[in-house]
Each structure stands twice: as C-alpha cells, then as structure tokens.
Antibody, heavy 124, light 107 residues
Framework: EVQLVESGGGLVQPGRSLRLSCTTSGFTFGDYAMNWVRQAPGKGLEWVGFIRSKAYGGTAEYAASVKGTLTISRDDSRSIAYLQMNSLKTEDTAVYYC???????????????WGQGTTVTVSS | DIQLTQSPSFLSASVGDRVTITCRASQGISSSLAWYQQKPGKAPKLLIYAASTLQSGVPSRFSGSGSGTEFTLTISSLQPEDFATYYCQQLNSYPWTFGQGTKVEIK
C-alpha cells in the first residue's frame, strides 16, 4: 500500500525555522516528483512547490509566495521528502500536506496520493 | 501566475441531482487540469486528471470535460458521500495553482 506520512509540525514563534518530513512507503520513491500543498485554517488549497525526481534533474519549483523562505529537498535512500521553512510568519500557519505526482514524467496526471497532513502554527 | 476561478463557490443540492462545477483559467492550459474532492479534516482526493480521465477507483458518476480555458466537473447523480468541497488545479505552467473551491452542501 502506498503511504505518505507527514511529521514535524507544531507551534513555532515568528521568525523561527521548522523542517517537515514526508516519509513514504509502498512505491519506488526515487521515481516520482513530490509536492507540498498547504491549507490555512478555513481556506482553500495552496500549492507550495515540488521537487522532481533525480531522473528529471532533482530540481524544485515554488509558489511565488514562498520562494526564498521554503526549500524542498529529498532523500531517495530513505524515501523521505522535506520542507524546510525559514523565517516563519503568522501567515504560514496551515496544515501542510505532501503528495505524489501521479506519473514520473507527465505531471498533468495530478497529485494521486496524499498524506494526512501536519499542522504548523506560527504564533508568539 | 495562472488564475483559476471556480463557479459557483457554493451550491446546495439534493441526493440524485446532477451537479456541474466550472473552472475557468486566466490563460490556456491545454488539458492539464485535475479535480479533487476534500471532506472536512481530510486530505484531498484526486478525482479527474488530464481534464477528463477518471482516476482509478473513482465512481463513474464523476466526469470531467474541457480544454484551453474552460473546464467542468459533473456529478451525474449526487450521492450522500459526495457532499464535500471540490478544487480544480492547473498543472500546465509553474507555479501550479488551485481554484478557490466549490462547497457542495445538502439542500
């Protein structure tokens, strides 16, 4: 069974950093691009960014709103994707989901598997 | 950035109704559009990708159509488990973006 499990969320003060992890199982992690999507309380979904598989360069793309403060990385040996969050602001408060791109090459297949989410609260 | 506008933002419908949700893109995105269903407190679930392809395991009462800038998600006969919020997402150009969501509630 394909599974994604996020961890690392919690309460953090503005300006501090946090690293979220997405631990995966049930598929060949290294073959797939991995995404992060967030949802502020009572709001809609916001795509944060994704990281390509090494076969497609292993590079990342980001939403403009997070560029420079959030960094996505991956450890294929451990089947884990990471979201490093720096200089956190109150507006970063959200549930953060990781998700898998539905096809290793054709991203229009959508995001086919999602984790349960981890909550990040930025508050003093 | 490509903006996606869903309409309506909210709709009230009865079990058995045919429901249609529209997603309009601010510029052409070919068929690079996905639809998701989200229930309260749960992660989104992929329903449709490439505008009209049903994800494995999704009931056939769900269908998608469109290309370019206008897309629709149709539920042919609304079931109790379909009451949820629906989002479209474009995967044509970065940054990928979501629509604002359409909440489907019981009439």
């Amino acid at each position: 069974e394909v599974q994604l499990v996020e961890s690392g969320g919690g309460l953090v003060q503005p300006g501090r950093s946090l690293r979220l992890s997405c631990t995966t199982s049930g598929f060949t992690f290294g073959d797939y691009a991995m995404n992060w999507v967030r949802q502020a309380p009572g709001k809609g979904l916001e795509w944060v960014g994704f990281i390509r598989s090494k076969a497609y360069g292993g590079t990342a793309e980001y939403a403009a709103s997070v560029k420079g403060t959030l960094t996505i990385s991956r450890d294929d040996s451990r089947s884990i994707a990471y979201l490093q969050m720096n200089s956190l602001k109150t507006e970063d408060t959200a549930v953060y989901y990781c998700s898998r791109a539905g096809d290793p090459e054709y991203y229009y297949y959508g995001l086919d598997v999602w984790g349960q989410g981890t909550t990040v609260t930025v508050s003093s | 950035d490509i903006q996606l506008t869903q309409s309506p933002s909210f709709l009230s419908a009865s079990v058995g109704d045919r429901v249609t949700i529209t997603c309009r893109a601010s510029q052409g995105i070919s068929s690079s559009l996905a639809w998701y269903q989200q229930k309260p407190g749960k992660a989104p679930k992929l329903l449709i990708y490439a505008a009209s392809t049903l994800q494995s395991g999704v009931p056939s009462r769900f269908s998608g159509s469109g290309s370019g800038t206008e897309f629709t998600l149709t539920i042919s006969s609304l079931q109790p488990e379909d009451f949820a919020t629906y989002y479209c997402q474009q995967l044509n150009s970065y940054p990928w973006t979501f629509g604002q969501g359409t909440k489907v509630e019981i009439k």
